[in-house]
């Protein structure tokens, strides 16, 4: 089943053309890796993919819902319920703790704050991190920041988790365990993965990778 599909997907900053016509399918429970040289338009594509920015043209569909054609209150609640991002820098809220950080998006979607709260603790149980469900971020390592960031992403069960250079600011045993979770996550909750990357380890892993080069995904 397609979880994503890309028709057509045009997008200019200005006179510079960044994507040229992007089409890609992304099927359900499949963790795929994005890479390119610098400026080939990676993250301009997951930002679109993840409905934070319009193409010129084009059509985006989510789980078989065409999110080009939503209202901007719609697609931030679809947004919210089924795409998760993790980006490079964890970007924690720094005044709230490990657990407060993770239950945001679940609180902004409705959801008790107590069971916001039991969600939040099963996802940091999950993922070896319990004991520091009361610690703010300054009080966490680099690997642990960027897992609380992934459990955040996951609070709402998402569809979708789109990532961008998760790992890039980890130092090797931290990437591993990262990359090691994301595959884990999908075994699991049959999530699928976007991951735009410039680590070539992690690329070789993944079921997919779609290279990208001036705009376009190379297709050979």
């Not at 998006?105 to 070896?128: C, D, Q, Y």
């Amino acid at each position: 089943m397609q979880m994503i599909k890309l028709e057509g997907i045009t997008k200019s900053f200005g006179a510079l053309q960044v994507l040229k016509g992007i089409d890609l399918e992304i099927n359900k429970g499949e963790v795929v890796s994005i890479v390119g040289p610098s400026g080939a338009g990676k993250t301009t594509l997951l930002q679109i993919m993840g409905t934070l920015d319009e193409p010129d043209a084009g059509t985006v569909y989510i789980n078989e819902a065409n999110v080009s054609k939503m209202k901007e209150k719609g697609l931030s609640a679809f947004r919210n319920r089924h795409i998760g991002f993790v980006f490079q820098f964890h970007q924690l809220l720094p005044e709230f703790t490990a657990l407060e950080n993770i239950m945001i998006p679940a609180l902004i979607a409705g959801v008790s704050s107590k069971e916001a709260n039991t969600r939040a603790m099963e996802i940091l149980n999950f993922m070896g991190l319990a004991e520091r469900a009361s610690h703010k971020p300054n009080e966490l390592s680099g690997g642990e920041k960027q897992r609380v960031a992934v459990a955040r992403a996951l609070i709402n069960n998402p569809s979708v988790i789109l990532a961008d250079e998760p790992s890039g600011s980890l130092d090797t045993h931290n990437k591993e365990e990262l990359h090691q979770l994301f595959f884990d996550l999908r075994d699991r909750l049959g999530q699928t993965f976007v991951i735009v990357t410039h680590d070539e380890e992690l690329a070789k892993i993944t079921d997919r990778t779609v290279h990208m080069i001036d705009g376009m995904v190379n297709r050979s």
